[in-house]
């Protein structure tokens, strides 16, 4: 079964402050991804990035940054953290890129801004 | 762009009841639906895929389908159980524009009663 950690499970973070959410994957996969998921909007696009050292922008990238060092690692990083950034983050991966993969997630990082 | 419109945002039945959850899709490509459940405290986790509209994906006693005419695809069960509660997304995997972006609905909570 493929794995994905995300770490911290949870923050609370600083109106203004620098914030990173980290996300590792061990199962050799090319794509991953960066999800926001609020109360009636189910989950949102980030950042994805399909492979390492090249990150793409989803459907709601403004305030936020991404960076994929290593095929393993996808990082998710509010420069500035803003109260409308309190939301739950899943990191997500799939192994191929045809239409039909399915996305393996992690357990989510549960971010409030203070 | 592709967009997944999930108009139920909560259903609630006893169990034994009879399950629907309906969604439109718009895309131009070819794509592939896939049905995504979550329980409390984890990331979402793949619940069936359909590759092929008309043709049937089941799983867990769950049956989907997707109509390429009205560009709509459904979950169904014939009887839950009190284990089903949990949020359902349906889910649009395309390859529109050369990269793999799943597009969520904005989920159904399912709530059985005993």
């Known amino acids: 079964e493929a794995a994905v950690t995300q770490s911290p499970r949870s923050k609370v973070a600083v109106t203004g402050g620098k914030v990173t959410l980290s996300c590792h994957q061990t199962?050799?996969?090319?794509?991953m991804y960066w999800y926001r998921q609020d109360t009636g909007h189910g989950l949102r696009l980030i950042h994805y990035?399909?492979?390492?050292?090249?990150?793409e922008k989803g459907d709601i990238p403004d305030g936020y940054k991404a960076s994929r060092p290593s095929q393993e690692n996808f990082s998710l990083i509010l420069e500035l953290a803003s109260l409308s950034q309190t939301a739950v983050y899943f990191c997500?991966?799939?192994?191929?890129?045809?239409?039909?993969?399915?996305?393996?997630f992690g357990h989510g990082t549960k971010l409030s801004v203070l | 762009g592709n967009s997944v419109t999930q108009m139920q945002g909560q259903v609630t039945l006893s169990e034994e009841e009879f399950l629907f959850i309906n969604c439109t899709y718009s895309t131009t490509g070819y794509p592939t639906l896939f049905w995504y459940v979550q329980y409390p405290g984890e990331g979402p986790q793949l619940l069936l895929k359909v590759t092929t509209a008309n043709n049937k994906g089941s799983s867990r006693g769950f049956e989907a389908t997707y109509d390429k005419g009205t560009t709509s695809f459904h979950l169904q069960k014939a009887s839950v159980q009190e284990s089903d509660s949990a949020v359902y997304y349906c889910?649009?995997?395309?390859?529109?524009?050369?990269?793999?972006?799943?597009?969520f609905g904005k989920g159904t909570s399912l709530v059985v009663h005993p």
């Open positions: 997500a991966s799939s192994a191929q890129t045809i239409s039909n993969e399915r996305l393996f």
């Open positions: 990035s399909y492979v390492a050292d090249s990150t």
């Open positions: 199962n050799n996969h090319d794509y």
């Open positions: 889910v649009l995997g395309d390859l529109s524009g050369g990269n793999y972006k799943p597009t």
